[in-house]
């Protein structure tokens, strides 16, 4: 019997039991819009370039990975991300099979980047995750992955510079055991490092005045791992998911140079970050061929103001429920319900709510009811096309709920 095979961006894949790329996430891999010269995110992206290079000329090195599909041990277990870990549940991640998926995170790339030998580096893509569905989500969006390796002299040259910096620093580490082979002071001197790296960032893209701040937080590739946070439109922001990379996540080229090397790390999503600058207030506008959205970043130049979108009148939403029993069998996941209304009504639904849930105690089941705002960014829909998706997504709800697994 032969294995039943799916081709994505030009190769062949083997399915399995894992596989649950949809054909909507599948034709997102093609859309390359860090390539898309007036697109916000190849701006922001030219930005972050600039205001590197202009402080640190030379120094870092700007990469665009531009193919999602990784190796499943590249993207969790070279990360040292365990097993039980929940972005590892396929109702969380897209898996081609077994052993390939879409990277869910740029950190999935750290180490190949590292064995070329470079030191500082940033590194831009589009990265996967199943989520909700509302005007801040999208199963795909761009991530910017910083990483800067040091050995530990280069650090203590600069710890007159960082000395002042120590209160904030405490407040990163918090109550976490620092790794048992580094040496408490080149820890802080290389989170003080990061600190100057990524408020320098925040000033150039959010103003001289922007104010950051640092909290203790767990991701299983960094120890310490800190989350910075930036004060703007009187919120804070979560912006940055940072720390020092553990030893065991860098290359082993890197210690083979110096055993002791000391490395931060950071990671952005980029979306969320020019959302905020441009004032755009749907997601889904940076996927859209609207010359009404392209058009008005057209002009911006380069390092003057963030133009500030003018959101233009959206074209009129249609509402529909959707009510089914939970199956009996297994547990459900609201990702799967969102995974198949993205696959049949790829980028017409705008937000998917839990509108109502009963016990129904005449057959002891569980009854929900979600509600579809379906809205294009492009056209008017009509009533004829919503009917054909919603009777389309009946069936394929009903269908879904009486198999035996989740995809
Ligand atoms: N990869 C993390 C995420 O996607 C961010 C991160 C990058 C955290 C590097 C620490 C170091 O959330």
Same mark, same amino acid.
Request: with cysteine.
């Given at each position: 019997?032969?294995?039943? &095979?799916?081709?994505?961006?030009g ?32 701006l922001?992206?030219?930005r972050?370039?600039?205001? =590197? ?18 190796p ?11 097993a039980?870990h929940p ?9 081609l ?7 869910t995170? /740029?950190?999935?790339h750290?180490?190949?980047? /590292? ?13 996967y995750?199943? !989520? ?27 710890e007159?510079?960082y000395?002042?910096l ?16 580094? !040496? ?7 989170l003080?490092?990061l600190?100057v ?11 001289e005045?922007?104010r ?5 937080t767990?991701?299983?590739f ?8 930036? =004060? ?5 922001l979560?912006?940055f ?14 210690l083979?140079?110096?055993?002791n090397?000391?490395a931060?790390?950071f990671? /952005? ?18 996927w ?6 392209i @058009? ?8 003057s103001?963030?133009i500030?979108?003018?959101?233009f ?9 959707? @009510? =089914? ?14 995974e198949?209304i ?5 980028d017409?639904?705008?937000a998917v709510t839990l509108a109502?849930?009963y ?6 089941r /569980? ?6 705002v379906?809205?294009?960014m492009?056209? &008017? ?6 009917n ?20």
């Amino acid at each position: 019997k032969s294995i039943p &095979t799916r081709t994505i961006c030009g190769h062949e894949y083997e399915m399995d039991s894992m596989t649950n790329i949809t054909p909507a996430i599948a034709s997102r891999l093609s859309h390359k819009l860090l390539s898309q010269p007036s697109s916000p995110l190849a701006l922001l992206w030219r930005r972050i370039q600039r205001h =590197f290079d202009s402080r640190h000329p030379g120094v870092f090195d700007f990469l665009r990975h531009d193919d999602p599909i990784v190796p499943v041990q590249q993207n969790f277990d070279e990360l040292l991300i365990p097993a039980s870990h929940p972005s590892r549940s396929p109702n969380d991640s897209y898996y081609l099979n077994r052993k390939m998926m879409l990277r869910t995170h /740029m950190t999935a790339h750290e180490r190949e980047v /590292m064995a070329t030998g470079r030191k500082s580096f940033f590194l831009v893509g589009d990265v996967y995750r199943r !989520d909700q569905i509302d005007c801040s989500h999208m199963p795909v969006f761009h991530q910017l992955e910083g990483v800067c390796i040091f050995s530990p002299d280069e650090l203590l040259s600069r710890e007159a510079e960082y000395s002042h910096l120590v209160g904030e620093i405490e407040k990163a580490i918090g109550s976490q055991v620092l790794q048992v082979e580094h !040496d408490p002071k080149i820890v802080k001197l290389a989170l003080a490092d990061l600190y100057v790296t990524l408020h320098g960032l925040m000033k150039t893209l959010f103003g001289e005045n922007s104010r950051i701040r640092w909290q203790e937080t767990f991701f299983p590739f960094t120890r310490p791992s800190t989350e910075a946070e930036v =004060f703007y439109d009187n919120r804070w922001l979560e912006v940055f998911g940072s720390g020092i990379l553990q030893r065991q996540v860098l290359h082993p080229s890197v210690l083979e140079r110096d055993p002791n090397a000391i490395a931060w790390a950071f990671g /952005m999503g980029l979306e969320r970050v020019a959302m905020v600058l441009h004032g755009i207030n749907d997601i889904r506008l940076f996927w859209s061929q609207d010359d009404r959205f392209i @058009s008005q970043f057209s002009s911006q130049k380069e390092d003057s103001e963030p133009i500030k979108f003018v959101p233009f009148s959206k074209y009129p939403p249609i509402c529909r429920d959707i @009510s =089914f029993y939970l199956p009996t069998t297994r547990d459900f996941q609201p990702n799967e319900l969102y995974e198949i209304i993205r696959d049949v009504a790829p980028d017409l639904v705008e937000a998917v709510t839990l509108a109502d849930e009963y016990h129904d105690t005449k057959i002891n089941r /569980m009854s929900m009811c979600y509600r579809i705002v379906y809205r294009s960014m492009e056209k &008017t829909l009509t009533d004829t096309l919503v009917n054909n998706l919603q009777s389309e997504l009946r069936a394929r709800v009903t269908r879904q709920l009486q198999q035996s697994h989740h995809m």
